[in-house]
């Protein structure tokens, strides 16, 4: 048995690369959104950005609070088993 933490640092690293990429997902929306207001094209503000916005918050952006509540937990003694659930599960 070894006592590597290699699945501990892949997991982390997934994680962050996860809130990494939905961060400059969003951020590019944000771009879209004001180009879309510069070049004042509100159709396209409306039927683009704001839609796509919604969908990415409300799917990958719970995914990323749920990343980071598990993080900030104190999981020692809640519990039988003392292990942080899976986010997956």
């Avoid at 916005?53 to 993080?71: A, H, N, P, S």
């Amino acid at each position: 048995m070894s006592t590597s933490d290699l699945s501990v640092y892949n997991s982390f690293k997934m994680k962050t690369s996860v809130i990494l990429g939905i961060a400059q997902m969003v951020m590019g929306l944000v771009i879209k959104g004001f180009n879309s207001l510069y070049f004042k094209k509100m159709i396209d503000l409306k039927h683009e950005v704001i839609p796509q916005m919604l969908l990415l918050i409300c799917m990958f952006g719970y995914m990323d609070l749920l990343i980071i509540i598990k993080w900030n937990t104190d999981w020692v003694g809640m519990g039988e088993s003392s292990r942080a659930p899976s986010i997956v599960n």
